[in-house]
């Protein structure tokens, strides 16, 4: 299974509105920077569009898939958002 298979990928960003923000319309423009944040089925990442941080909140059901999801975030540190969805995941890799 692929990430982007899982419900709700790519997630949308959380924060702020700006409106003087220029507005991100795909994830092949943004570059996954690091894991903020991991709880239970809550999993909060950053990335970079152009020169501004944007930070999204992915929610996965199961503990197993989540640290699979957070380690191919950690792995592809850099990678475009888009390219993290095209992964494959493992059902029985822990």
């Known amino acids: ?9 790519p997630p949308q960003a959380g924060g702020t509105f700006i409106p003087s923000k220029e ?9 996954v920077e690091r894991v903020v944040r991991i709880s239970v ?20 059901a ?5 640290k699979k999801v957070v380690r191919a975030l950690t792995d592809h ?4 958002l888009f390219d993290i969805g095209l992964l494959e995941i493992s059902p029985d890799e822990s």
């Open 23 to 31: 507005f991100l319309v795909s994830a092949k423009d943004l570059f």
């Open 1 to 9: 299974m692929r990430i982007m298979d899982l419900p709700c990928w």
């Open 41 to 60: 089925g809550h999993i909060t990442f950053a990335c970079r569009y152009k020169d501004q941080p944007e930070f999204y909140d992915f929610f996965v």
């Open 62 to 66: 199961d503990e197993n898939t989540s």
């Open 77 to 80: 540190q850099g990678s475009r």
